[in-house]
């Protein structure tokens, strides 16, 4: 069953931010008029409405607080904003955050209960006098910084990037890499007088015959011989059947050999299987034992009947040089 691309969309609200600073000065001879009175800001602009300050020095309600609001002044209209209400140190400068919201609320300014918002019980009046936000200058800074909410939108949906399908296995690359730079390779051949470096781990984990020898070649090494640097000998192979088995015990595939002639590739491809079958690898047999079975003609059943006929392995090969006789017009 096929599966529904993933998708996604995004919920996106902007925000324009605003500060404002109202400074009552002769802040003492504010204190005359009854509840109820407030004492206005100049207005100032944050996103796209205008807004005052509204402070009530013997509050709005109950005379024992100071009142503080911000209100929206734009006539008729409605806004979503956080607000943050703060008194001014005298003498550090500093803000002191008194009244903030902790979410966008909704202003409207046709609306009494909706036009102003912030805190009846802002302050003491005796906490605020004894404070160090009314200076020796008789001067008081109220700030307000607003966060008004511009617009929310939700992006268009939209299909999230498939995932590329992951490139070919690049292992053999690897591989061969390593046996042709001969990194890290701790093991010399000697075949015919050429030498070929290899890695003890990777023979060991390809072949079991190359595992016994190779095992009993260090513990002899171990028990106190001493290594004198000389490679293991093989004997009875060509270097180009030994590179060719090297080949594949690294790549577990054969390398071209297009360069070869007919007689030449199937001599080759005849040794090789002989190397398999002597280094116990399996796959490696049974596709040499494919090859030849396809390259079989009249000249060289006779010569593969006799190489394979004594190694029981190859009983497959040998069965196909038979069913090849009779359409062959050979006689015995």
């Known amino acids: 069953m096929a599966s529904s691309p993933n998708t996604k969309s995004t919920s996106t609200t902007a925000t324009v931010r605003g500060e404002h600073r109202f400074d009552i000065e002769g802040y003492s001879h504010k204190q005359g008029a009854g509840a109820g009175n407030a004492l206005t800001s100049g207005t100032f602009a944050v996103g796209g409405f205008d807004w005052a300050i509204c402070y009530y020095p013997n509050g709005r309600s109950n005379e024992a607080f100071v009142s503080v609001f911000v209100r929206l002044v734009t006539p008729n209209a409605t806004a979503r904003a956080l607000f943050d209400l703060r008194l001014l140190h005298r003498a550090t400068g500093l803000p002191r955050s008194v009244c903030r919201s902790r979410e966008p609320v909704a202003f409207s300014a046709g609306k009494a209960k909706k036009r102003e918002r912030g805190a009846r019980a ?28 511009q617009e929310t939108w939700l992006s268009q949906t939209t299909a999230a990037p498939e995932i590329a399908e992951p490139p070919p296995s690049d292992l053999r690359e690897h591989f061969i890499g390593l046996l042709q730079t001969q990194v890290g390779a701790d093991v010399t051949f000697a075949v015919q007088g050429e030498a070929f470096r290899a890695h003890r781990v990777v023979l060991e984990a390809r072949s079991p015959v190359f595992k016994v020898e190779l095992t009993e070649s260090l513990a002899a090494t171990k028990e106190g011989e001493e290594d004198t640097g000389e490679t293991m000998a093989i004997d009875g192979m060509t270097p180009l059947v030994f590179k060719t088995l090297l080949h594949f015990i690294y790549t577990d595939a054969l390398p071209d050999m297009g360069d070869l002639g007919r007689e030449e590739y199937q001599e080759l491809v005849r040794n090789l299987h002989a190397a398999a079958d002597r280094y116990a690898m399996c796959r490696l047999n049974q596709i040499c034992m494919v090859i030849l079975q396809k390259e079989l003609d009249a000249k060289t059943v006779a010569a593969e009947l006799d190489s394979t006929g004594q190694r029981h392995h190859c009983q497959a090969l040998g069965d196909g040089c038979v069913q090849f006789m009779p359409s062959s017009g050979m006689e015995g």
Do not use: H
């Open 122 to 149: 802002f302050m003491m009046r005796a906490e605020l006098a004894a404070s160090p936000y009314l200076g020796d200058d008789d001067r008081l800074t109220v700030e307000c910084v607003l966060d008004v909410v």
